[in-house]
């Protein structure tokens, strides 16, 4: 199985941050890797997929890049609504597998 | 509206078996791959399985630590996705999504639309 890694498993911001949250596989996936936000008790939400592009309704404030095996996901300006927990997800292979999840919370 | 509601979790015994189902509503569920999402405190989000279309087969692929436990199965005349699991233990305890699959690469894709989920706790 390929493994996900994400890093920083959690970090404090504050409105208007720019906030930047890294994914790596264990093997090239070339752009097949997903994004999703999760806040408490919810599930989770597609926010973006082929690496960069933006599910239908999510703000322009959210973006990603990345080839290969390494990825980034970035909040251009962090709104209240954003405070969450954020997970990728590859999908080169079965099984499709998550990275353990960055939590964004309030400095 | 487009939605995904799951039920028939709840407390088990280790050894045991439960049904969860999932109703779909708002679009064309004959035509979705639908899959299994769990999410347990230990162990982040974990892939269950999928069923297929059935105008694609209609083919179940399931993770390994659930192969053999676990069976996928869908009734499209009653928009409806099941996951029967037997032989419970207690790392299955976990909050069980299903999900659609929005294919994007040979099979593969991104989980788009997910249910509210239910909690399965495998307990003595």
């Known amino acids: 199985d390929i493994q996900m890694t994400q890093s920083p498993p959690s970090l404090s911001a504050s409105v208007g941050d720019r906030v930047t949250i890294t994914c790596q596989a264990t093997?090239?996936?070339?752009?097949?890797l997903n994004w999703y936000q999760q806040k408490p008790g919810k599930a989770p939400k597609l926010l973006i997929f082929?690496?960069?592009t933006l599910e239908t309704g999510v703000p322009s404030r959210f973006s990603g890049s990345g080839l290969g095996t390494h990825f980034s996901f970035t909040i251009s300006s962090l709104q209240p609504e954003d405070f969450a927990t954020y997970f990728c997800?590859?999908?080169?292979?079965?099984?499709?597998?998550f990275g353990p999840g960055t939590k964004v919370d309030v400095k | 509206e487009l939605q995904l509601v799951e039920s028939g979790g709840g407390l088990v015994k280790p050894g045991g078996s439960l049904r969860l189902s999932c109703t779909a509503s708002?679009?064309?569920?004959?035509?979705?791959?639908m899959n299994w999402v769990r999410q347990s405190p230990g162990k982040g989000l974990q892939w269950v399985g999928r069923i297929k279309s059935k105008t694609d087969g209609g083919t179940p692929d399931y993770a390994a630590p659930v192969k053999g436990r676990f069976t996928i199965s869908r009734d499209d005349s009653k928009n409806m996705l099941h996951l029967q699991m037997n032989s419970l233990r207690a790392e299955d305890t976990a909050v069980y999504y299903c999900?659609?699959?929005?294919?994007?690469?040979f099979g593969l894709g991104a989980f788009d639309l997910w249910g509210q989920g239910t909690m399965v706790t495998v307990s003595s």
């Open positions: 999900a659609t699959e929005r294919l994007l690469w």
């Open positions: 997800q590859q999908y080169h292979n079965l099984p499709p597998t």
């Open positions: 093997q090239d996936i070339n752009n097949y």
């Open positions: 708002g679009f064309t569920f004959r035509n979705a791959w």
């Open positions: 082929d690496a960069s």
